[in-house]
């Protein structure tokens, strides 16, 4: 299934936009990997989520980056706090050059997810040149085909359908639990006014991937974003049954071998 030898996992921290100190992991096979998988994680969350992803791709030779984005995780920042949504791609960029400058060789493909689904693609429609592919999960463009969020919404209860990966969600200390600041909201008004335009931009090979039991939407949203994007290459699954996270649903395996079918069948 992969290269003989040991694994090895490290972190380490760059500098961000105005100075902010930015956590980031990477884990790397045994030998030097053909793909590089860019994760971009999603709102409140943190890189140390994507442990999944990192033991299914990770034996099969490819290499795993994740950054913590300012105010997340490990990273700098007041929690969740940003004024635009250009502070988290101006971040992503010095840490896709980062990457860039370990990995000059391999091809790099952006993997973002939910809140990280929107970053990756405005960041995509910006550095597309620079990437390989695009791999979207539980994100998309609004329509009105998807259900309204309600006010209230417990959003750690449309994670999974595995209950002890909502615990970890709830007791995790790196997971922010709090009320959003207010400025967020306009922040992500904003971006999301522009994805479609992004999209019709990109003209990467792109999978976009959702569960299509997300009370969040991720399957109509899912569609649209399909509808519009400008690439040619480009898929859509959509899993039924399946809640916001669906690498981190029971069903997750076989989320990933269709990735790692997608990634193959592009010499990835």
């Known amino acids: ?66 950054l913590d984005h300012r105010g997340h995780g490990r990273s700098e920042g007041e929690r969740v706090q940003i ?25 790099i493909v952006l993997v973002g997810h939910s809140m990280g689904a929107t970053i990756a693609t405005a960041y995509a429609a910006r550095h597309q040149d620079e990437l390989a592919g695009l791999v979207l999960s539980g994100g998309g463009i609004d329509t009105e085909k998807a259900p309204p969020r309600p006010a209230d919404l417990d ?30 909201a306009a922040a992500t008004a904003a971006v999301r006014e522009r ?7 990109i003209t990467l090979p792109i999978l976009i991937m959702a569960g299509a039991a997300s009370p969040l939407g991720d399957g109509p949203r899912s569609e649209a974003l399909y509808e519009t994007v400008g690439s040619t290459d480009r898929t859509l699954k959509l899993y039924a049954g399946l809640m916001h996270e669906i690498f981190n649903e029971p069903e997750h395996e076989q989320v990933f071998a269709d990735l790692a079918a997608w990634l193959r069948g592009h010499g990835w």
């Open 83 to 107: 004024d635009t949504y250009d502070e988290y791609l101006a971040d992503l960029k010095t840490f896709f050059d980062l990457v860039r400058g370990e990995q000059p060789q391999a091809a």
């Open 155 to 184: 959003l750690s209860a449309t994670l999974s359908r595995d209950p002890a990966v909502v615990d970890a969600y709830r007791s995790d200390p790196l997971v922010f639990h709090g009320p959003a600041p207010a400025q967020r």
């Open 1 to 66: 299934m992969g290269d003989e030898g040991i694994a090895s996992h490290s972190a380490g921290e760059f500098r961000g936009l105005r100075d902010f100190r930015i956590y980031f992991q990477r884990w790397l096979p045994p030998r030097p990997a053909r793909t590089v998988l860019l994760v971009v994680h999603g709102y409140a969350e943190h890189s140390g989520r994507y442990q999944n992803l990192v033991r299914f791709f990770l034996p099969r030779g490819y290499a795993v980056y994740a």
């Open 195 to 201: 994805l479609p335009a992004l999209a019709k931009q």
